[in-house]
């Protein structure tokens, strides 16, 4: 029988015990091997490629971004006012209908009245379903930020500073002035 192999492991134990003369020296020639410079720029070039690689698809990512967001922005600014018009195509049946009606022989104004009246109010019902408001300050004191004053006028009825008529009605969409109300404001009683 030959003896046994010291570097063959036994079957039944894979694990042996390392003899103490085995071990490695404690000395400081012993540390771990640096990589050489060859390893070095092999490493930092693989590095550079995995980055710049990084830095391509965040900027494929950033285009496409601005690409997506244009054309979202386009879309909405066509068809924003789809809903508006949608609630204004009854309106312009019904102007429709009023004109024909006007134009049949024996109309009557009163009625022909009537129906624009309404028409007028289904149309500030829709606008107002959308934010619209109307800006009639009849009566109440003059507001530089909403009434646009286009001349003033003595009145022993309504107060100084207040409108006493309203030239043009003002509107506010969603809070935001639109147009301010053309006014005329009082100058209070007529001075002798």
């Known amino acids: 029988m030959t003896s046994p192999d010291p570097e063959v492991t036994d079957q039944a134990n894979p694990v042996q015990p390392v003899p103490a003369s085995a071990a490695a020296p404690a000395t400081p020639e012993a540390s771990p091997v640096r990589p050489g410079p060859e390893e070095q720029l092999a490493a930092a070039k693989a590095e550079a490629a995995s980055n710049f690689d990084r830095y391509m698809r965040a900027m494929a990512d950033l285009d496409n971004l601005r690409k997506r967001t244009a054309r979202e922005k386009d879309e909405l600014r066509q068809y924003a006012a789809g809903r508006v018009l949608e609630d204004l195509l009854p309106v312009l049946d019904n102007l429709g209908l009023g004109i024909a009606a006007a134009k049949q022989p024996g109309a009557e104004v009163k009625a022909l009245v009537g129906g624009v009246e309404m028409v007028l109010t289904q ?3 829709a606008l107002g ?35 006493t ?14 147009r301010p109300a053309a006014v005329v404001v009082s100058s209070g009683p007529a001075k002798a």
């Open 123 to 125: 149309l500030k019902t």
């Open 129 to 163: 379903n959308h934010g619209l408001t109307e800006i009639n300050p009849l009566g109440q004191p003059f507001d530089a930020h909403q009434h646009e004053a286009i001349s003033q006028q003595p009145s022993a009825e309504v107060p100084e500073g207040s409108v």
């Open 165 to 178: 008529n309203v030239i043009r009605i003002g509107y506010a969409l969603n809070g935001r002035l639109l």
